[in-house]
């Protein structure tokens, strides 16, 4: 048995989140130790996750068998968000490189996308993979405007946008052109919904902090786009759905959850900022939090949506 850590624990707005939880459930610190963890990413097969220390240049790895951290990659030219595709490789958006990236089966890294249109991305952020085999990026500055998580340069590209990578071609489309600061990205349950957080916030006072819905359609293109949540603490930078619509999104002080009609029902509070989060553990009931020199976890009564859960366009 073990404490509540100090600044962790639940916090119910409103009577459908205290379903999601016992009272003696705890938040757990796994690891310290990072400058901005980031990008977490669950291995099923292998019960490990993988997630990003982006100031550190370095992927790390935690193991659920041991409960052991190690290095599983350096230099990692300042990767930020992760996830594993449909055949269980690790895709990586690499803001040094400004590129994403895709670990294949024997190691060697293959590059999904570096450009559009004869022109270097910005710093890609945040990836999600869809379930005909498409790869969808956000692409915002931050990699490029510090030498702290990438490298200082001029923006090739007019604005910040989300990319979509076709399954068979591999041709970058461009699919968003009002977002300020595309950051965090996820689907929803049948991948009709592609939910996109655009955090331009942290860089223009009284800029967007909100997560915005979008329509997919089957060609790939996207409609609508109204705002579905905005952050009342920070911005909201990665999230996560649930198999039941809810979105658990990631906030200045732990996890906001919010439901699948846009009301924030509760928080799991913690100490530090929360960057992004991801769902893992044998039945996706375990939530992995990447806050600030962290990893944390806590177990709750919702599972997160699996690569095959979703029933994407053939």
Not at 36 to 46: K, N, S, T, Y
Not at 201 to 208: E, R
Not at 264 to 281: H, S
Request: glycine content about 12%; charged content about 20%.
């Amino acid at each position: 048995m073990f404490g509540e850590l100090p600044g962790t624990g639940f916090e119910t707005l409103d009577p459908r989140f205290s379903t999601l939880f016992a009272p003696h459930i705890r938040v757990e610190r796994l690891w310290t130790g990072a400058r901005w963890c980031e990008g977490p990413a669950w291995f099923a097969a292998g019960r490990y996750l993988v997630w990003s220390d982006i100031p550190n240049d370095r992927l790390m790895r935690w193991d659920e068998t041991d409960g052991s951290v190690s290095e599983f990659r350096a230099p990692s030219h300042n990767a930020n968000g992760n996830t594993v595709d449909l055949q269980g490789r690790l895709v990586t958006c690499e803001q040094l490189t400004r590129r994403v990236t895709r670990t294949e089966h024997d190691g060697t890294i293959s590059v999904l996308a570096d450009q559009v249109d004869g022109r270097r991305l910005n710093s890609p952020n945040d990836v999600v993979v869809g379930s005909d085999g498409s790869v969808w990026f956000s692409d915002p500055f931050y990699g490029i405007v510090t030498d702290y998580e990438g490298e200082v340069a001029d923006p090739e590209i007019n604005g910040c946008h989300v990319y979509r990578i076709a399954p068979t071609t591999g041709v970058v489309t461009q699919v968003t052109d009002d977002m300020m600061q595309p950051n965090g990205l996820a689907f929803g349950r049948d991948e009709s919904t592609l939910y996109v957080s655009d955090t331009g916030a942290t860089h223009t006072a009284g800029g967007p902090a909100h997560i915005r819905r979008f329509s997919v359609h089957e060609d790939g293109s996207l409609q609508g786009g109204e705002v579905f949540a905005t952050c009342t603490q920070g911005i909201h930078d990665g999230f996560r759905v649930d198999t039941d619509g809810r979105v658990w999104a990631s906030a200045a002080d732990g996890v906001h959850c919010y439901d699948a009609d846009g009301t924030l029902i509760g928080k799991v509070r913690i100490p530090e900022i929360v960057g992004n989060l991801a769902f893992g553990g044998r039945h996706r009931n375990r939530l992995f939090i990447c806050a600030t020199s962290s990893l944390y976890s806590v177990y709750v009564f919702a599972s997160g949506l699996a690569p095959t859960t979703a029933r994407g366009r053939s």
